[in-house]
């Protein structure tokens, strides 16, 4: 019995031995690009998984009827392409290996005029089917929604247990009096030196739990919900642009602890540029407008580059000035209206070498399988791209390549 079992072992290990050596082994690779600079130079190797003799050639048509080769990236630009137009391509993958292939079809990079252009969609026909409209991504910029308000907490020594700089604060969208002991607590930031304590909440919140570092513990550092004080539980709602502080009062209120409630000028962004381009040598207004109508409630605005060698911006005003291509971040920091807390939000700031929009590694059709056997060896992509209706202007565009990878 002892024989066989070992017999066994030694015929599964020379089985697993001989199975690494046979089959192919399976490695990363970045996405290999099959064309450089401003020319479409094809290769007739691709580096997708194990894949190698995998060729490609590209054609291009304005009326999908007469089609010519592409030679150049002047052959896969376009220019002139009126609303509900466009302009179709047929690139054709063909297989050489004798083994089956898994490849993708990507446009290198595509620049795109900002000024009196039309807007940019890439379909697909086939081998499957989709569409994206790119022309919000190249629109000059995006605004973005505050989702949070900011809530106050002004503490005193003259409460029992309201000591020290450990405040806490729970918040929910129903009744917290009986799960604010088992809720999620977040440590509220202390303005400066003061009394006072702020954090930023959803704004759909609308109850809140106030607790201090030490409360609900027992000798053993574990909750213990037997011990009410102190603590508070708010019922009350708050509006995106209104803040308010709690202040603690010598009170109780069913074992808890009381507050009153006033209302401040907060720090609270209603509306920011999440991001936005600017080509070198241009500027672009980035600042924002005080006002519960506008785009922030506070005292004041600062703007900040996280990079001068892409964009400079004027910390008071809010210029942006493209100094060369790039992306890079602006902060941008409110003040609060009533004390000296502050909110501070990031904007992604792309600055292009020209007056134009670049999208790079744009993927045309994914993961297709493209198969050994002579005669079924060949895939045709059937893509195109498109002004959509509705533009006001001809669209025109410049793609540097396009490349198969993973």
């Known amino acids: ?91 054709v993958i063909t297989n050489e290996s004798g083994t089956t292939q898994n490849v993708s079809l990507y446009i290198s990079k595509i620049s795109i005029p900002t000024a009196n252009n039309g807007n940019f969609c890439l379909g697909v026909n086939g081998p499957t089917r989709s569409f994206r409209d790119y022309t919000a991504l190249s629109a000059p910029n995006h605004m973005a929604e505050g989702n949070v308000k900011r809530v106050y907490l002004e503490t005193t020594n003259n409460v029992q247990g309201w000591q020290g700089n450990d405040f806490y604060v729970c918040w929910g969208t129903r009744d917290l009096g009986t799960i604010g002991s088992t809720g999620t607590y977040y440590h509220m930031s202390q303005i400066d030196n003061t009394k006072f304590f702020y954090a930023d909440i959803p704004d759909y919140t609308t109850n809140l739990f106030f607790s201090v570092a030490n409360w609900g513990t027992n000798n053993n550092g574990s909750p213990d919900y037997s011990q009410r004080t102190p603590q ?94 790039g992306t890079a971040t602006l902060y941008t920091k409110i003040k609060g209206g009533s004390y000296n807390d502050y909110k501070q939000v990031e904007t992604r700031v792309t600055v292009t070498g020209g007056s134009n929009y670049e999208f790079s590694d744009i993927a045309v059709a994914k993961n297709m399988e493209i198969p050994a056997e002579e005669g079924k060896n060949t895939v045709v992509v059937n893509w195109y791209i498109m002004n959509p209706k509705g533009s006001q202007n001809n669209l025109s565009y410049t793609i540097d390549g396009i490349y198969l990878g993973l």
């Open 1 to 91: 019995m002892k024989k066989s079992k070992a017999a066994l072992v030694v015929l599964l290990t020379a089985a697993l031995i001989l199975s690494a050596v046979s089959v192919p082994t399976f490695s990363w690779f970045t996405r290999p690009r099959a064309q450089t600079g401003n020319s479409v130079t094809y290769s007739d190797t691709v580096n997708a998984y194990n894949a190698y003799h995998v060729t490609m050639t590209t054609q291009a048509s304005a009326d999908n009827t007469t089609y010519s080769d592409v030679t150049d990236s002047a052959g896969l630009s376009g220019s002139g392409i009126g609303a509900e137009s466009r302009k179709y391509y047929r690139t």
């Open 232 to 325: 508070w539980t708010n019922l009350g709602t708050l509006s995106k642009t209104q803040a308010k502080v709690y202040k603690v009062i010598n009170e109780q209120d069913n074992g808890n602890t009381k507050v009153q409630a006033y209302d401040v000028t907060g720090a609270c962004f209603l509306s920011y540029y999440s991001d936005f381009f600017v080509a070198a040598g241009n500027t672009f207004d980035a600042s924002l407008t005080a006002g519960a109508a506008n785009n922030y409630v506070g005292s004041g605005a600062w703007y900040y580059s996280s990079d001068t060698s892409v964009f400079t911006v004027n910390e008071t005003t809010g210029v942006v000035s493209g100094v060369a291509a």
